[in-house]
């Protein structure tokens, strides 16, 4: 589904992924760790097209297209989700319309018929018991006052939503308490299926106890270091990650 | 230099101004042959140097001749979904026989009307409410009475075109009397594309406890060049609530001034600029409050692109009786290109000691974190765009009451910025 070829990125000039080689495949969860700095935020950014990534070098081929050759409602359109590590708060933007738009033009992108004012509606019904989200935080402005818990909640709701093929989740489970860990994971849980895939950027390890990983991979100044199993995370957990700082390093 | 401009633009108009109202129009035109046109350096008019403006783009300073408006062109011209009574003007003519009659209303042409000319617009404070004043050439007058609540909105259409001249100055005279409501609307169509100037005044004098709306929508043509004063007396209790929306024009000034005269009275100047092209609007706002127990509002949002430039100045006096005063301003900007301008300034000046004021304004781009967030949920960089912008504008729209002058404006708004949603 995904195969990221030796990505290279940069911020104003600063190299922040110094090659980075990935491939997901159907029905796969990826979780990708590591230390403050080591470049999984920007990873999930340059996914999802954020502008302020450069890519220096390397390729991302997403279901046969070069994604970083489409812009970022495109890469949404074609099934490429990003839970935002930090939800913008948009203010006079209400939730319901925001989704409806959203929903009509990927829908319209995919040569699916727009959803009537009804049929939308119960839609969304569904999908709010997945990740039991309150009707009145729908009728409000985006985002505008949710506390990070609701935000975070937001996010996975409007992934239920959209129903991507590929969701990367950047640091979801930051900040979250352990009633709303629970309930996020598990929205992310029902919506996994043997099509998609599901990446989990984080720095914890906690997250993974609800979202269970089949492959973690460690990243480190821009690159992947260390790819395992889910029991690497748990290494991770007991061991922090200075031991593998020292390897990488000592290797150089 | 002064003295040479003002005649040479504005002579003839001066010599031909109907034989009515003639004390009122000596006085005016006194003031105005003292004061001339503003200078380009004069205080009031900084940033709109309207008298190049005049002096560039007309040639014919006379008063523009009525152009026939028929039944058929106003029906067209009426937005869908207004229901309510229509009063039309032609290059400032009142057209009564095209008009709506509105029961219980006292309505007539300006110019046989008993109007109290220049009693609160006053000729002395503005070059060119004092020119308005010495040749206003038609209007109306409007007096809703004692108690009356009047139920359906009245359209102010005005048909603006060359014929004969380029120069038109209507003057409207609104007095609402005590307990009583009324909303207006006002808008004017270009008819053409020539340059044309409007030199508009509109006096409204508001009882105690009455309700006044005072609605316009500006999207004339490109040439359209208009200097508006638009001046405001309420009484105890009394609520006034301008708003106003600005989409087009070549140079547009309005100068609204609102002056609460009794306690309890509210006053509010909301506004949009919504700007592309060279349009230039200037929007200077005053509130006098001269009583205790007074509030007023204003909020004005800009969106400006291209080569347009918008400018606020939103004056606030708090005379030193008007204890417990709450007064508030906010002038929000947007800039989508680095070619538009926007000069703003808010101006208090406070002489009462236990009041609450505050005032704020704001320029900016265009958030990119809340276009990428939007973007990367599927919706397209242009509607992003527009979803943000019309949520920026929205607290604005929210405030006209009218609901079919609200859903023509949105649509327009809309429109303009590229998506409907």
């Given at each position: 589904?995904?195969?990221?070829?030796?990505?290279?990125a940069?911020v104003?000039?600063?190299?922040i992924?110094?090659g980075?080689?990935?491939e997901v495949k159907?029905?796969e969860v990826?979780?990708i760790?590591?230390p403050?700095?080591?470049?999984?935020?920007t990873?999930?950014?340059?996914?999802?097209?954020?502008?302020e990534?450069e890519?220096?070098?390397?390729e991302?081929?997403f279901?046969?297209k070069?994604?970083?050759?489409?812009?970022?409602?495109?890469?949404?359109?074609e099934?490429v989700?990003l839970?935002?590590?930090?939800p913008?708060?948009i203010?006079g933007?209400?939730s319901?319309?925001?989704?409806r738009?959203?929903?009509?033009?990927?829908?319209?992108?995919?040569g699916?018929e727009?959803?009537?004012?009804?049929?939308?509606l119960s839609?969304m019904?569904?999908?709010?018991?997945l990740?039991?989200i309150d009707?009145?935080?729908?009728s409000r402005s985006?985002n505008?006052?949710?506390s990070?818990g609701?935000?975070?909640?937001?996010e996975?709701?409007q992934?239920?939503?959209?129903?991507p093929t590929?969701?990367?989740l950047?640091?979801?489970?930051s900040?979250?308490?352990i009633?709303?860990l629970?309930?996020?994971?598990?929205g992310?849980?029902?919506?996994k299926?043997?099509d998609?895939a599901?990446?989990v950027?984080?720095h914890?390890q906690?997250l993974?106890e609800?979202i269970?990983?089949d492959f973690?991979?460690?990243l480190y100044?821009g690159?992947?270091?260390?790819?395992?199993t889910?029991?690497?995370?748990?290494?991770?957990e007991?061991?922090?990650?200075?031991?593998?700082?020292?390897e990488v390093d000592a290797?150089? | 230099?002064s003295?040479?401009?003002k005649?040479d633009?504005?002579?003839?108009l001066?010599e031909?101004a109907?034989?009515?109202?003639t004390?009122a129009?000596q006085?005016?035109k006194?003031?105005?042959?003292?004061?001339?046109?503003p200078a380009?350096?004069?205080?009031e008019?900084?940033f709109t140097?309207?008298t190049?403006k005049?002096?560039?783009?007309l040639s014919?300073?006379?008063?523009?001749?009525q152009l026939?408006v028929?039944?058929?062109?106003?029906?067209e011209t009426?937005f869908q979904?207004?229901?309510g009574?229509?009063?039309?003007f032609?290059?400032?003519k009142f057209?009564q026989?095209?008009s709506?009659?509105?029961?219980?209303?006292?309505?007539s042409?300006?110019?046989?009307?008993?109007?109290?000319?220049?009693?609160?617009a006053?000729a002395?404070k503005?070059?060119?409410a004092?020119l308005?004043?010495?040749s206003?050439?038609g209007g109306?007058?409007?007096?809703?009475?004692?108690?009356?609540?009047?139920?359906?909105p009245?359209l102010?259409l005005?048909f603006?075109g060359?014929?004969?001249?380029?120069v038109i100055?209507?003057?409207?005279?609104?007095?609402v009397?005590?307990?009583?409501?009324v909303?207006?609307?006002?808008?004017s169509?270009?008819m053409g594309?020539?340059?044309?100037?409007v030199?508009?005044?509109?006096?409204?004098?508001?009882?105690?406890?009455?309700?006044?709306?005072?609605?316009r929508?500006?999207n004339?043509?490109?040439?359209a060049i208009e200097?508006?004063?638009i001046?405001?007396?309420?009484?105890s209790d009394?609520?006034?609530?301008?708003?106003?929306i600005s989409?087009?024009?070549?140079?547009v000034?309005?100068?609204?001034?609102?002056?609460?005269?009794?306690?309890?009275s509210?006053g509010?100047m909301?506004?949009?600029?919504?700007?592309?092209g060279?349009?230039?609007?200037d929007?200077h706002?005053n509130?006098?409050h001269?009583?205790?127990?007074a509030?007023s509002n204003e909020?004005?949002?800009g969106i400006?692109d291209a080569?347009s430039r918008?400018?606020?100045?939103?004056?606030i006096?708090?005379?030193?009786?008007?204890?417990k005063?709450n007064?508030?301003?906010q002038?929000?900007?947007?800039?989508?290109s680095?070619?538009a301008?926007?000069?703003t300034?808010?101006q208090?000046?406070?002489?009462?000691?236990?009041?609450?004021?505050?005032?704020?304004c704001?320029?900016?781009q265009l958030d990119?974190?809340?276009?990428?967030?939007?973007q990367a949920?599927?919706?397209g960089?242009?509607?992003?765009k527009g979803?943000?912008?019309?949520a920026f504008a929205g607290?604005?729209?929210?405030?006209i009451?009218?609901?079919?002058?609200?859903?023509h404006?949105?649509?327009l708004i809309?429109?303009?910025?590229?998506s409907k949603?």
């Open positions: 589904m995904l195969t990221i070829k030796n990505l290279h940069a104003e000039g600063t190299p992924l110094r980075i080689n990935l159907p029905g990826h979780a760790m590591g403050n700095g080591s470049g999984k935020s990873l999930a950014s340059v996914l999802a097209g954020r502008e990534y890519v220096t070098e390397g991302v081929i279901k046969g070069d994604l970083l050759d489409l812009a970022p409602e495109d890469r949404a359109r099934g989700f839970a935002f590590q930090y913008v708060e203010p933007v209400s319901t319309n925001f989704l738009t959203a929903l009509n033009q990927v829908r319209e992108y995919r699916q727009p959803l009537d004012a009804v049929k939308f839609l019904k569904e999908k709010m018991k990740v039991e009707q009145k935080l729908l985006l505008e006052g949710f990070g609701e935000k975070k909640r937001n996975i709701f992934m239920a939503m959209l129903e590929l969701s990367i950047d640091e979801t489970d900040g979250l308490d009633d709303a629970r309930i996020v994971s598990n992310v849980n029902k919506l299926s043997p998609t599901t990446i950027v984080t914890y906690r993974l609800y269970v990983p973690v991979h460690v100044k690159q992947i270091v260390k790819s395992g889910k029991d690497l995370a748990l290494e991770l007991a061991k922090g990650y200075d031991w593998i700082k020292e290797a150089v | 230099m003295t040479l401009v005649e633009l504005f002579e003839n001066l031909s109907p034989a009515n109202f004390e129009r006085t005016a006194d003031l105005y042959l003292e004061s001339g046109l380009p350096k004069e205080e008019y900084k140097g309207i190049k005049l002096e560039k783009s014919n300073f006379n008063q523009a001749k026939s028929e039944e058929t062109l106003i029906k009426v979904g207004f229901e009574d229509v009063l039309v032609s290059n400032g057209l026989e095209v709506s009659s509105i029961e219980g209303l006292e309505v042409d300006i110019l046989s009307s008993s109007a109290e000319i220049g009693s609160i006053k002395e503005d070059a060119f004092a308005n004043q010495a206003f050439s109306i007058s409007i007096k809703v009475p004692k108690k009356t609540k009047v139920e359906k009245i102010l005005s603006n060359v014929n004969d001249g380029q100055t209507p003057r409207f005279w609104i007095e009397g005590d307990f009583s409501e909303t207006f609307l006002d808008q169509i270009s594309e020539e340059a044309y100037f030199n508009k005044v509109v006096e409204i004098k508001g009882g105690l406890n009455s309700h006044i709306n005072y609605y929508l500006q004339e043509s490109n040439q200097v508006s004063n001046e405001t007396d309420i009484q009394a609520r006034f609530t301008s708003v106003n989409l087009s024009g070549d140079m000034r309005n100068n609204l001034s609102l002056n609460l005269l009794g306690s309890n509210e509010n909301y506004g949009i600029y919504l700007l592309n060279k349009t230039h609007v929007n706002t509130v006098d001269t009583i205790p127990h509030e909020m004005y949002k400006f080569q918008g400018v606020f100045n939103g004056k006096f708090v005379r030193q009786d008007a204890q005063t007064a508030f301003q002038n929000n900007n947007v800039l989508l680095d070619d301008i926007v000069n300034k808010p208090l000046e406070i002489w009462a000691d236990d009041v609450k004021c505050s005032h704020g704001t320029v900016g990119e974190e809340a276009l990428f967030y939007l949920r599927g919706i960089k242009v509607q992003a979803l943000l912008l019309y607290e604005v729209m929210e405030k009451e009218e609901e079919s002058f609200k859903n404006v949105v649509g809309q429109d303009r910025l590229g949603f």
